[in-house]
T-cell receptor, first 116, second 111 residues
Framework: GAGVSQSPSNKVTEKGKDVELRCDPI?????LYWYRQRLGQGLEFLIY????????KSGLPSDRFSAERTGESVSTLTIQRTQQEDSAVYLC??????????????FGPGTRLTVL | GQNIDQPTEMTATEGAIVQINCTYQ??????LFWYQQHAGEAPTFLSY????GLEEKGRFSSFLSRSKGYSYLLLKELQMKDSASYLC????????????FGTGTRLQVFP
């Protein structure tokens, strides 16, 4: 079946511009996560959506970062006034609602963001 | 605070056995995960431990000791394709699956 998809796969932007990254979770998965991975580093949690509950935004590094999710489907991560330190791979993951199967998060291929 | 520690790099020989350790200090605990990540690719799930003990899955096994805040991933009969980063992650809350990741251990397998 279809996995998590993300677009674009690569994005090069100039410092100060806004960017929007998109994630399509696996159909039926109600939980969605955004992570950031800098070169050679581990994954850094950014934000978590679960159904209609208020999102957990505790990982967003600054108010330049925001994310939205439409129902239980597509999510967009927006970075305003990008800085060079925002350069990273942004990974999206989804997992099913049923706790019995919530053992894993399925990751998308990521969006590689380069801020010049 | 929350902290996950694992070695940065390890090397091993094809056919050998390697153990990758992970220690954690988190405010809560709802399971420990190991993921494999090949260069330039997304992480893929390997194992999940929530109870103490060893979980075996083919050539890979994962161990957990909650009292010690310690886990290891054991890879047997190493193959060249096992060269990758191995990420240890902890779920710190029952109410969310938010994972706290370590920085990953880059494993290089030599012939």
């Amino acid at each position: 079946g279809a996995g998590v998809s993300q677009s674009p796969s690569n994005k090069v932007t100039e410092k100060g511009k806004d960017v929007e990254l998109r994630c399509d979770p696996i159909s039926g998965h109600t939980a969605l996560y955004w992570y950031r991975q800098r070169l050679g580093q581990g994954l850094e949690f950014l934000i978590y959506f679960q159904g209609n509950s208020a999102p957990d935004k505790s990982g967003l590094p600054s108010d330049r970062f925001s994310a939205e999710r439409t129902g239980e489907s597509v999510s967009t991560l927006t970075i305003q006034r990008t800085q060079q330190e925002d350069s990273a791979v942004y990974l999206c993951a989804s997992s099913p609602e049923d706790r019995r199967f919530a053992d894993t998060q399925y990751f998308g291929p990521g969006t590689r963001l380069t801020v010049l | 605070g929350q902290n996950i520690d694992q070695p940065t790099e390890m090397t091993a020989t094809e056919g050998a056995i390697v153990q990758i350790n992970c220690t954690y200090q988190t405010s809560g605990f709802n399971g420990l995960f190991w993921y494999q990540q090949h260069a330039g690719e997304a992480p893929t799930f390997l194992s999940y431990n929530v109870l103490d003990g060893l979980e075996e899955k083919g050539r890979f096994s994962s161990f957990l000791s909650r009292s010690k805040g310690y886990s290891y991933l054991l890879l047997k009969e190493l193959q060249m394709k096992d060269s990758a980063s191995y990420l240890c992650a902890v779920s710190g809350s029952y109410n969310t699956d938010k994972l706290i990741f370590g920085t990953g251990t880059r494993l290089q397998v030599f012939p």
